[in-house]
């Protein structure tokens, strides 16, 4: 979606980062609110990303992450004028069971 207010979406500084508490380290707030802190809590987590897909999560752009081609978890954004006021990570089975999800074939590189 090149062009697309998805593709151009970048995180406002009061952006809200909720999780369940499936895939967060222990002592990891289950919410977290701020660009900063947003940044800092998400880099233990940077090692999942490798097995992280860009995908229709229940139709709308999000992020699959599912290693060995199992989804372990879900991202969910919400774009507001361009930019991104929040995102979900969703890791519960029962939850991630519930999504319509679809992986999204990679952007042609230029």
Excluded: H, K, Q
């Excluded at 707030?29 to 229940?58: C, H, I, N, Q, Y």
């Amino acid at each position: 979606m090149p062009g697309s207010a998805a593709s151009r979406a970048v995180p406002v500084t009061d952006v809200v980062r909720r999780s369940g508490r499936a895939v967060l380290p222990p002592g990891v707030a289950a919410e977290v609110r701020g660009a900063r802190a947003v940044a800092e809590e998400a880099v233990p987590l940077a090692r999942r990303s490798r097995s992280a897909e860009l995908a229709l999560v229940d139709g709308r752009v999000g992020l699959v992450v599912a290693p060995r081609g199992r989804p372990a978890a879900a991202l969910t954004f919400t774009v507001e004028e361009d930019r991104i006021t929040a995102y979900e990570v969703i890791a519960d089975p029962a939850r991630l069971r519930e999504l319509d999800l679809a992986v999204l074939p990679p952007w042609p590189r230029a």
